[in-house]
């Protein structure tokens, strides 16, 4: 098998992948591409849902296992675009499309990576690649129910645009629905009790207030209220306002410890939080991965958006080609040389840290 070889087919694949509709939940195209991937390699595989899985050839259930995963599907372009979502064009070195930078060009080099070290006899972890679903609405069916039909995960690379640099760590995520109460009256009685004025002292509060232990890689949990929702029409004083806070947790917490804090702490007449599945995530920095990386010239760094390491309770790396930036931005785009670079770099990284 060439490097060269291996990285067209992948850029391939990644155009079929674009030029497939896969909104969260819609899958079903796309886990069609990676299940032709397979079947034209000879790779058993399995499909569960719309979540696409395979074992490199020489597994043994006596060896750690490494978890290569990133998913297929991708949120709803957004009024932004100016070219055709689903057109998998490049111009000027640049792949466009749909998913092509998140997380298109992840996906498909650690399936190429997967595929590259499929039939090796020297490696210290089996490989476990999964193509999942579902990633970008966290739903229950993408790797959240995908963990209980795998073997037994003990390190996981999950793949987003991070520009090959390592994510050793990733926030969790909790949301929370606050209620401030009030006494409901006509607009034009006294009332000393009014919710939406008691609400601006609550909304100081949450500006203001600080969880204690911060973190070296992740820094401290951001708390903000993103959304307010009180009243009916112009001459009634609603009995109540409502407000949703979004907690981005480091791994100085549990979303547990997060919740008690909270509903121990904010003035407000009830806080609950809408799920504690999402938390923070990260792998020692002595882990053969990351030294592994880090000998190769990747930088390390703590990342503030979510993924599917929320869902994995081993340690996990976050690492691959494209930008997150251009992620969920109008006329999304990877470069061809990141993919190509990507797959060679995960390659080298594998290299080092798994074979013996």
């Not at 003035?267 to 939080?273: G, H, K, L, Q, R």
């Not at 251009?326 to 798994?354: N, P, Q």
Request: charged letters at 25%.
């Amino acid at each position: 098998m060439k490097l060269e070889n291996l990285q067209q087919e992948a850029l391939e694949l990644l155009k079929e992948l674009i030029q497939t509709r896969s909104f969260s939940g819609e899958e079903e195209g796309t886990a069609g591409h990676l299940k032709k991937w397979f079947k034209s390699r000879n790779i058993p595989f399995e499909r569960y849902l719309n979540n696409v899985w395979a074992v490199n050839k020489n597994f043994d259930p006596l060896k750690p296992t490494l978890l290569l995963n990133s998913h297929h599907d991708t949120v709803k372009p957004n009024s932004g675009y100016t070219r055709d979502p689903f057109e998998a064009g490049v111009e000027n070195g640049k792949l466009y499309g749909l998913g092509s930078n998140d997380a298109g060009g992840c996906l498909v080099s650690l399936l190429a990576t997967f595929t590259w070290f499929y039939e090796a006899e020297d490696l210290e972890y089996n490989l476990l690649f999964a193509g999942t679903a579902e990633e970008e609405i966290n739903g229950k069916n993408g790797i959240a129910c995908l963990l209980s039909v795998i073997p037994k995960v003990d390190v996981a690379i999950v793949g987003e645009p991070t520009l090959m640099d390592l994510a050793i760590a990733e926030k969790g995520l909790v949301v929370f629905d606050a209620v401030v109460k009030g006494t409901p009256s006509h607009a034009a009685h006294p009332n000393d009790d009014n919710a939406i004025y008691r609400t601006a002292n609550v909304l100081k509060w949450f500006e203001d207030f600080r969880f204690e232990k911060k973190s070296d890689v992740l820094g401290e949990v951001k708390l903000t209220v993103t959304q307010i929702n009180a009243g009916s029409q112009h001459n009634v004083v609603p009995g109540q306002v409502e407000l949703v806070i979004d907690v981005r947790v480091n791994d100085q917490y549990s979303n547990k410890e997060i919740e008690e804090v909270l509903q121990k702490n904010a003035p407000v007449d009830s806080i609950t939080a809408r799920s504690l599945r999402l938390n923070s995530s990260s792998i020692p920095l002595d882990h053969e991965l990351v030294k592994a990386g880090m000998s190769l010239g990747m930088n390390t760094y703590g990342s503030p958006t979510l993924s599917d390491q929320a869902m994995l309770s081993c340690p996990s790396l976050k690492l691959g080609p494209g930008d997150s930036t251009r992620s969920h931005s109008a006329d999304e785009y990877i470069f061809v040389k990141e993919i190509e670079e990507g797959i060679e770099k995960y390659i080298k990284l594998l290299e080092k840290a798994v074979k013996k």
